[in-house]
C-alpha cells in the first residue's frame, strides 16, 4: 500500500467528520467510516511527528542541544517591528 500524504489523509479525515456530523448514516456505515477516521487521525499524527522530529534535528547545535532559531521571514518582521515603536 503506498503512503498517504498528510493532506490527503487531512481532507480525507475532515469528510469523514462531516459525514458522521450529519446523522445520516447507518450504523454499520458510520462505524466503518469512524474506522477509516481513526487511521486518518494516526497517519496526521505519525506525520506530524516525523516533520517535529526533523525540525529539531535540524535546529539542534554541535553539543546536540536544541537552539531556537528564528526563520528569516520572522527576523525581519521583528526588526520592523522595533522601527515602529520609536
Partial sequence: ?????????????????????????????????????????????KKLNEAEQKIEQLTKNQKGELVAELFPAGADEDEDDEDDDD
Fill in 1 to 45: 500500500m503506498a503512503e498517504i500524504k498528510f493532506e490527503k489523509a487531512m481532507n480525507r479525515l475532515e469528510e469523514i467528520v462531516e459525514e458522521l456530523e450529519k446523522g445520516e448514516l447507518d450504523i454499520d456505515k458510520s462505524l466503518e467510516i469512524f474506522e477509516e477516521g481513526i487511521k486518518m487521525s494516526r497517519v496526521c499524527s
